[in-house]
């Protein structure tokens, strides 16, 4: 095998003349192009006589300007120390050859040359030069046909990305997945402030039913009987109670054996108002304690009924963001799923139509490079 070095040599070499003077030799180099074509779907067709013709409708293509260019632009690729011209390159491959290799799928570009290397160089060249310009036909021929849905593909995803967009900003807007949460946070503080509503009722109950019996035992206190256990200082005003009815027993009984001036029954007097004024100390202040809770009550009750009225009141805002977050949720979601249906069966088709498309195109890729040719003369 020759190195590149030599070959860019004998290419300097080569270029000084590169058409053969009668008398002088001439080398044919030989590459291969393998080419394979899908005929219509459906079709009864000769193979040999449609691959044929397609080849005879693809030679001109292959034997045109642009792939004379891809050639110069190939081999100048390969050998960018060349310094052959263009026009010389030219020269050489006016005598080249495209033939179709009979019962095969396979295509001979013969270039000759008085150079073998340069023959070899340019016939490689020249396949790989189709190979490229078939596979940009193709794609061109593709990307026409499916021109126009790709179009609608591209505009059908504009508007499915441009609903997800707004489908996330909504939520994000709306709080869609923290509404419920939030909800149930709210309902729990209303059981709360609903439960505190119903304990200071009975608080406020039991309070004023306190403050009435207090304010009556102060103005009769004969009409004293046993106070509720909750009742303020209800255990000294009992204790001061039985003292009082014992002082009067005991008043009662001198007053049987003595007479209103007699010593004791002015002692046991004054013993009654001391043990009176104690139990009317005793009630007053039980009075105003009660008096005190049932206003202390009073308040915690508006409170809390206020928070449970505000409550109740957010929880009923809540509910009706929450079904217009849903509405709205639901909508959107409805669009995106009908939006994204619509994208993956233009996605589907376009990529059917780009699949008909390929059926028409020769497929093309280097099967043999040539070699430099020992011997002159045609192979």
Known sequence: MKTKAFIIGALCVAALTTTASPGESVFEAKSEITFYVRPPEGSMVNYSDYYEEVVNTYLPSWRSEAVVTKILQQYRANYPNSTMTDKEIIEVLADSELKRVPRARLIEIAVRSKSPVIAAALANAYAE????FTDEENMRRCEKAVARIHEQVEKQKRMDDDLAAR???????????????????????????????FEYEKRVKEAKEWVDILETVQNAP????????????????????????????????????????????????????????????????A?????????????????????????KKWIEDFRLKIVKADAGLKQ?????????????????????????????????RVGRHAKVPTRPGRR
């Open 129 to 132: 030069a189709i190979e490229s």
């Open 167 to 197: 489908l996330l900003k909504f939520r994000m807007e709306h709080s869609v997945d923290n509404l419920e949460e939030q909800r149930a946070i709210f309902n729990k503080s209303l059981s709360t402030a609903t439960a505190n509503v």
């Open 222 to 285: 004969e009409k004293f009987g046993e106070l509720p256990a909750g009742v303020p200082q209800s255990s000294e005003i009992a204790t001061a109670y039985t003292k009082l009815q014992s002082v009067k027993m005991e008043l009662a009984k001198l007053k049987e054996m003595y007479t209103a001036q007699h010593p004791s029954m002015v002692a046991k007097e004054s013993e009654l108002k001391a043990v009176s004024r104690q139990f009317n100390d005793d009630v007053e202040r």
């Open 287 to 311: 009075y105003k304690t009660a008096q005190g809770d049932l206003a202390h009550n009073e308040s915690q009750l508006a409170h809390f009924k206020q928070k449970r009225d505000e409550l």
């Open 332 to 364: 959107l979601e409805q669009e995106k799923k009908i939006s994204s249906a619509i994208y993956q069966d233009l996605l589907l088709k376009e990529n059917h139509v780009r699949i008909a498309a390929e059926q028409g195109c020769i497929l093309v």
